[in-house]
């Protein structure tokens, strides 16, 4: 069982940065493709970005150019950078993995997941 808890959400102003980590626990992290998601109120969760157990990485059209994933398989760690932050980037921001070392742009193909960071942008 893999638990994976995500940390650095908060309040910033349109234009913005963040930086979002996800730690992860009771697995062998290389082995696992990762990614992050989002879900703002009354919508579905979405995909973000994800990355291969080797660093390939892949994003969602509109954050491309924006948003930059990373993870580091010495510390079991997957960060999301967010530059140029938009108030429609506001949502609730939800790190995964899954059961293969390829990532995947699909919610159904993630096996564990966490709770979340809360992430707001005011215009």
Request: charged fraction near 20%; hydrophobic fraction near 35%; include cysteine.
């Given at each position: 069982?893999?638990?994976?808890?995500?940390?650095?959400?908060?309040?910033v102003q349109a234009?913005?940065?963040?930086?979002?980590?996800?730690?992860?626990?009771?697995?062998?992290?290389?082995?696992?493709?990762?990614?992050?998601?989002?879900?703002?109120?009354?919508?579905?969760?979405?995909?973000?970005?994800?990355?291969?157990?080797?660093?390939?990485?892949?994003?969602?059209?509109?954050?491309?150019?924006?948003?930059?994933?990373?993870?580091?398989?010495?510390?079991?760690?997957?960060?999301?950078?967010?530059?140029?932050?938009?108030?429609?980037?506001?949502?609730?921001?939800?790190?995964?993995?899954?059961?293969?070392?390829?990532?995947?742009?699909?919610?159904?193909?993630?096996?564990?997941?966490?709770?979340?960071?809360?992430?707001?942008?005011?215009?």
């Amino acid at each position: 069982q893999v638990q994976l808890v995500e940390s650095g959400g908060g309040l910033v102003q349109a234009g913005g940065s963040l930086r979002l980590s996800c730690v992860a626990s009771g697995g062998t992290f290389s082995r696992y493709g990762a990614g992050w998601f989002r879900q703002a109120p009354g919508k579905e969760r979405d995909f973000v970005a994800g990355i291969n157990w080797n660093g390939v990485s892949t994003y969602a059209d509109s954050v491309k150019g924006r948003f930059t994933i990373s993870r580091e398989n010495a510390k079991n760690t997957v960060d999301l950078y967010m530059n140029s932050l938009k108030p429609e980037d506001t949502a609730l921001y939800c790190c995964a993995v899954r059961n293969s070392r390829h990532l995947s742009t699909l919610r159904a193909e993630y096996a564990y997941w966490g709770q979340g960071t809360q992430v707001t942008v005011s215009s």
